[in-house]
């Protein structure tokens, strides 16, 4: 391909063996330890809050390699520590004073807007709603299965009287793996439209926001393309308020899913897009989930910082008793005096809820010999046979809705 582009190798070869008889690098330009201390700390920063020093000074060392000495390079470090561009942190580590500002800033708006903004129905309204919505789904699916009855969860209750009765512009919904928050969205969605209120979302990944979309009814686009949307949109309504300065932009609600993947640049963004837009935000997720793939954890700081905060927290997932009573252990429900919420969760009773599980009969060990164990052959040894035998016995349906996990590649492909 780069012959037909016309590139003449021969050319490159006769320049690099001239570069190979001075030594082998020849450096295009020379850097100052200061541009090898920015480049690293652009490189860690963007990634990680928090870096240790050997990082940041091996990647400056690396990309200046030939280029600057690492007496230039500490030099550089010392005095961006000095002058407060590295803050050092009491565990030793280092963060940059951009990543703080921005914490800080963040936080600072929460504080500020706590009642600056309008309730969409007052505490009485919301809870009719609710109590309205349980009759008419259990009237609808009481005709078709009398014994299955719909009631929202005390979580589900809790975050749709926060979203659509606070006076605060920013609040967090903590809601765990299976408890609801489509379900809850969906109401959200409706009683916001009822009251004039435009509902839309947005995610972190493309599926997410699919999801939302598709599960909840709340049109949605991923965190950057809502970014690109609503500056195009605020520049349009600037642009129409120079002819009608009356024009009114209707109220607003944003709801942000996922929101544990969000990265601190991108929180703050939302943030001072909102407070232009005049809208509300809720930021729903989940601190113990993935943390995203740029720096911070704006959603767990925030959670932990004062922002108006609904926990849900009662798992439905799970349909047997015993499953039931499983993720109660771990999550800490079994532990609960009556009428208690749960609010905090640690995932600190796995290995108890494992002991649980096992005495009710749902741990089957299967005991392997060494030969067994070392084994690689395609037959598998006792316990691939025994996961075989167990699927093997399974109709298509349950086949289809069952799981098999395995640690290594060699018990997937035996």
Same mark, same amino acid.
Do not use: C
């Given at each position: @391909?780069?012959?037909?582009? !016309?590139?003449?190798?021969?050319?490159?070869?006769?320049?690099?063996?001239?570069?190979?008889?001075?030594?082998?690098?020849?450096?295009?330009? @020379?850097?100052?330890?200061?541009?090898?201390?920015?480049?690293?700390?652009?490189?860690?920063?963007?990634?990680?809050?928090?870096?240790?020093?050997?990082?940041?000074?091996?990647?400056?060392?690396?990309?200046?390699?030939?280029?600057?000495?690492?007496?230039?390079?500490?030099?550089?470090?010392?005095?961006? %520590?000095?002058?407060?561009?590295?803050?050092?942190?009491?565990?030793?580590?280092?963060?940059?004073?951009?990543?703080?500002?921005?914490?800080?800033?963040?936080?600072?708006?929460?504080?500020?807007?706590? !009642? @600056?903004?309008?309730?969409?129905?007052? +505490?009485?309204?919301?809870?009719?709603?609710?109590?309205?919505?349980?009759?008419?789904?259990?009237?609808?699916?009481?005709?078709?299965?009398?014994?299955?009855?719909?009631?929202?969860?005390?979580?589900?209750?809790?975050?749709?009287?926060?979203?659509?009765?606070?006076?605060?512009?920013?609040?967090?919904?903590? !809601?765990?793996?299976?408890?609801?928050?489509?379900?809850?969205?969906?109401?959200?969605?409706?009683?916001?439209?009822?009251?004039?209120?435009?509902?839309?979302?947005?995610?972190?990944?493309?599926?997410?926001?699919?999801?939302?979309?598709?599960?909840?009814?709340?049109?949605?686009?991923? +965190?950057?393309?809502?970014?690109?949307? %609503?500056?195009?949109?605020?520049?349009?309504?600037?642009?129409?308020?120079? *002819?009608?300065?009356?024009?009114?932009?209707?109220?607003?609600?944003?709801?942000?899913?996922?929101?544990?993947?969000?990265?601190?640049? @991108?929180? /703050?963004?939302?943030?001072?897009?909102?407070?232009?837009?005049?809208?509300?935000?809720? *930021?729903?997720?989940?601190?113990?989930?993935?943390? !995203?793939?740029?720096?911070?954890?704006?959603?767990?700081?925030?959670?932990?910082?004062?922002?108006?905060?609904? *926990?849900?927290? %009662?798992?439905?997932?799970?349909?047997?008793?015993?499953?039931?009573?499983?993720?109660?252990?771990?999550?800490?429900?079994?532990?609960?005096?009556?009428?208690?919420?749960?609010?905090?969760?640690?995932?600190?009773?796995?290995?108890?809820?494992?002991?649980?599980?096992?005495?009710?009969?749902?741990?089957?060990?299967?005991?392997? /010999?060494?030969?067994?164990?070392?084994?690689?052959?395609?037959?598998?040894?006792?316990?691939?046979?025994? +996961?075989?035998?167990?699927?093997?016995?399974?109709?298509?349906?349950?086949?289809?809705?069952?799981?098999?996990?395995?640690?290594?590649?060699?018990?997937?492909? %035996?």
């Amino acid at each position: @391909q780069a012959q037909a582009l !016309g590139i003449d190798f021969s050319e490159i070869n006769a320049r690099a063996q001239v570069h190979r008889s001075k030594g082998g690098f020849v450096a295009q330009h @020379q850097l100052s330890g200061r541009e090898a201390m920015v480049f690293s700390g652009g490189h860690h920063f963007e990634r990680e809050a928090v870096v240790d020093k050997s990082q940041l000074m091996a990647t400056a060392m690396a990309h200046g390699a030939g280029r600057v000495g690492p007496d230039a390079v500490m030099q550089a470090f010392n005095t961006l %520590e000095r002058d407060g561009d590295l803050v050092k942190l009491p565990d030793g580590r280092y963060t940059a004073k951009k990543m703080i500002s921005s914490e800080t800033w963040s936080l600072e708006q929460v504080r500020a807007h706590k !009642g @600056q903004t309008a309730p969409v129905m007052t +505490v009485q309204q919301v809870s009719q709603r609710i109590a309205d919505e349980e009759v008419r789904r259990n009237t609808e699916s009481g005709q078709r299965n009398p014994a299955k009855k719909f009631v929202y969860t005390e979580g589900q209750k809790d975050a749709l009287i926060l979203a659509l009765t606070t006076k605060d512009r920013y609040m967090e919904v903590q !809601g765990l793996a299976g408890t609801g928050k489509t379900t809850m969205l969906k109401a959200l969605n409706a009683m916001a439209q009822e009251n004039g209120v435009v509902v839309r979302g947005m995610a972190p990944t493309g599926a997410a926001s699919q999801t939302l979309s598709r599960e909840a009814g709340i049109p949605s686009d991923t +965190v950057s393309m809502f970014f690109v949307k %609503e500056r195009k949109l605020q520049d349009d309504i600037a642009f129409a308020r120079r *002819y009608a300065d009356d024009f009114k932009r209707k109220d607003e609600m944003w709801v942000v899913d996922e929101s544990s993947f969000l990265s601190q640049k @991108q929180k /703050s963004l939302i943030d001072a897009l909102a407070q232009t837009a005049g809208a509300k935000v809720v *930021y729903l997720g989940d601190k113990l989930q993935l943390q !995203g793939v740029e720096a911070g954890k704006p959603f767990e700081l925030a959670q932990n910082n004062g922002i108006s905060t609904a *926990y849900m927290t %009662e798992i439905s997932r799970q349909k047997t008793p015993q499953m039931k009573h499983a993720v109660a252990i771990m999550t800490g429900h079994d532990q609960l005096a009556p009428g208690e919420r749960l609010n905090e969760i640690e995932l600190a009773s796995n290995a108890r809820a494992f002991n649980y599980m096992d005495s009710a009969g749902m741990v089957r060990e299967v005991r392997e /010999s060494d030969a067994n164990l070392n084994a690689s052959s395609m037959g598998g040894g006792e316990l691939v046979q025994a +996961v075989v035998a167990d699927v093997l016995r399974m109709n298509p349906v349950e086949r289809a809705n069952t799981l098999v996990i395995t640690p290594f590649n060699k018990d997937r492909h %035996e």
